[in-house]
């Protein structure tokens, strides 16, 4: 039982480039979600999907971009990186009823 | 709207000293409230909950009550080991089952270093 998983764990990109975080959980959940946790700020929303088939914008969802495979799957994509996404990548999930949600272990990202 | 303040940090301690990591909360409703543990270079790791009012949660000797007339959630433990250096997330969670509003409210967590 892996709970969530993401990839990669390290990613370094060049300002303007394009990639696509994955975040897989095989406990059954119904919703999944994306963070970003930087210094001071704590973790901020970026996107979330309550269910299989719906996504929607979190607290910070400007230059990214998420898709809901299936059920177990939910990637976030970033269409032109910039040095303000330089940030550590977090993907949870969770099932209905506030049960609390269980995190990946991250991605950090560089955009030079 | 809904938001946690949690004390800020970071604290320093002595092992076996005793903890305290005050949280409030503002929210409508009756949210549920968690604790969340993040040691370092991994992601969180649930360490409590409580659903509603008077509820106490508890884990590894972590312990937190859901306190509905002064709108807290204080953790404390009673004596830390070095091993409890991380940094402490209090989060709310409010939601209704039939839409989608399934998000935690986290505040800016707080960092815990006990030294021997």
């Known amino acids: 039982n892996a709970g969530v998983t993401q990839t990669p764990k390290f990613q370094v990109l060049k300002t303007g480039q394009s990639m696509t975080l994955q975040c897989a959980q095989d406990m059954n959940h119904n919703s999944m979600y994306w963070y970003r946790q930087d210094p001071g700020m704590g973790l901020r929303l970026i996107y979330y999907?309550?269910?299989?088939?719906?996504?929607d914008k979190g607290e910070v969802p400007n230059g990214y971009n998420v898709s809901r495979l299936n059920k177990r799957e939910f990637s976030l994509r970033l269409e032109s990186a910039a040095p303000s996404q330089t940030s550590v990548y977090f993907c949870a999930s969770s099932d209905f009823g506030g049960g609390g949600q269980f995190f990946g272990p991250g991605t950090r990202l560089t955009v030079l | 709207g809904n938001s946690v303040t949690q004390m800020e940090g970071p604290v320093t301690l002595s092992e076996e000293a005793f903890l305290t990591i005050n949280c409030t909360y503002t929210a409508t409703g009756y949210p549920s409230l968690f604790w969340y543990v993040q040691y370092p270079g991994e992601g969180l790791q649930l360490l409590l909950k409580?659903?509603?009012?008077?509820d106490k949660g508890s884990n590894k000797g972590f312990e937190a009550t859901y306190r509905k007339e002064t709108t807290s959630f204080h953790l404390e433990k009673g004596s830390v080991q070095v091993s409890d250096s991380a940094v402490y997330f209090c989060?709310?969670?409010?939601?209704?089952?039939?839409?989608?509003?399934?998000?935690?409210?986290f505040g800016k967590g707080t960092l815990l270093t006990v030294n021997p």
């Open positions: 409580a659903t509603k009012a008077d």
């Open positions: 989060a709310l969670f409010w939601g209704n089952s039939g839409g989608s509003n399934y998000k935690l409210t």
């Open positions: 999907s309550a269910s299989e088939g719906t996504t």
